[in-house]
């Protein structure tokens, strides 16, 4: 069953001009006002400040500093891969929102935000302690939620989301072995595995499944109609423009009647 699905809840917050704010727009801002902050403290020499905001698991045990299972996130040390990462969660996060709703995106956002560091407190319950810092697990993983949701979508030279995701996920993880950065490789998998399941879980059968929910429509002959008077070849047509362009592509009316046509699936899933 897709979560929070209303006009309201996967429109855009505000609009700057053309450009659409949405929740993950706003929390991109953040991280980049984060950014800065963190750029600040080293440049003033005030790296101590910025230990109690990364996470540590002997900090946790010890001292019950559990502002750390957020506030690990945001710190960030400058650097120009930091740029890709803001893109993935302002291109693709806003994908996810518009099609899952905000509060089922933020959801999916916290439980990628929270779930490395319990992992990495248990770890240290057992001996293993463990730092981490920065958000570019959690940033990655929402291309995996993307990727995962439009598999087909095609993002450069015509390549395919899901390939795109799984090259990337391939040499990051290689990387992070080759370098023996064994946290780095253990919150990887994580994040991205539970963007995985989150999808499925989020956004059900009709939404993971695409290429299903389209063949199931083109059974319908062109001119048949459903109840509501919505051409299902009209439908056919929206799918494939999101499989290629991605849910941030639909016009107000497309969505209409995309949203139209799911209830009256869904009504007629009840009635059999």
Request: proline letters at 4%.
């Amino acid at each position: 069953m897709i979560a929070d699905r209303n006009s309201g809840n996967t429109s855009p917050l505000t609009w700057v001009g053309s450009f659409p704010v949405y929740a993950s727009t706003v929390l991109a801002a953040v991280h980049a006002a984060a950014m800065v902050a963190t750029a600040v403290a080293m440049a003033v020499g005030a790296e101590a400040l910025l230990q109690t905001f990364q996470f540590s698991s002997r900090a946790v045990l010890d001292h019950y500093a559990l502002w750390q299972f957020v506030t690990y996130a945001f710190v960030h040390i400058p650097d120009p891969w930091f740029l890709l990462e803001i893109y993935l969660l302002v291109a693709f996060g806003r994908e996810i929102e518009a099609f899952l709703g905000r509060n089922a995106f933020l959801r999916l956002y916290a439980t990628l935000l929270l779930l490395p560091p319990l992992a990495l407190t248990v770890a240290g319950l057992a001996g293993i302690p463990s730092h981490l810092m920065g958000s570019s697990a959690v940033h990655f993983a929402v291309f995996i939620a993307f990727a995962t949701l439009y598999p087909s979508a095609q993002i450069v030279f015509g390549i395919q989301a899901r390939w795109i995701a799984l090259a990337l996920f391939a040499i990051s993880a290689l990387q992070y072995l080759a370098y023996s950065m064994h946290t780095s490789l253990l919150v990887l998998f994580l994040d991205c595995a539970a963007a995985f399941v989150a999808i499925k879980i989020l956004g059900g059968e009709w939404a993971f499944e695409f290429p299903r929910a389209r063949s199931r429509l083109r059974v319908v002959e062109p001119e048949k109609r459903s109840g509501r008077g919505i051409p299902f070849a009209s439908i056919d047509a929206i799918l494939d423009k999101i499989s290629k362009s991605g849910m941030g592509s639909l016009t107000a009316e497309e969505r209409s009647h995309l949203e139209k046509a799911r209830a009256e699936l869904l009504e007629k899933d009840r009635n059999h």
